[in-house]
């Protein structure tokens, strides 16, 4: 495995959002095992997970790895981007702030990564940032389910 080559200003934003922790290999789960992340994380072995992923970047000690799975947050012009088969790395502990990617549970019960906003009334809002996805933005609600902010990507 190895990290994307990162743009300077891309590269900013993945270190500002890092976690104060030292790197290493993390596990590469599936959608359903990190749904339940929280639970599984105590008890998690090494040979729960059949792929490790090195993570150069710094972190909390509860992140893992996903694959992308769909182009809901792939835009050419975005300097975030992330395209089906990245592999992201999600730090449960990572502090929430404007413009966070975030896995979260979308509001039709499927889990979704998607960028925080705030609309121009004001209201928490997560959308996709590909222009072409047709899903409108949605809020973001009290009890919007996260499961952690996304703080950096890399290649298979």
Known sequence: MRDTALEEDEEIWYHANASPMMSRMLPLLTWNQAEKWSELFENFKPSDAKIWVACLIMHGPR???LTVTDESMYDPDAVRTF?????IYVDPDA???QDSIML????NGNLAFRQLFVSSDGKPMFRSINPDWVEEPFEAKRETEVFGVVIGKTLP
Do not use: C
Request: proline content about 0%; aromatic content about 14%; charged content about 25%.
């Open 83 to 87: 395209s089906s088969d990245h592999y």
């Open 104 to 107: 979260i549970r979308h509001e």
């Open 95 to 97: 502090e929430i702030t």
């Open 63 to 65: 992140t893992f790895a």
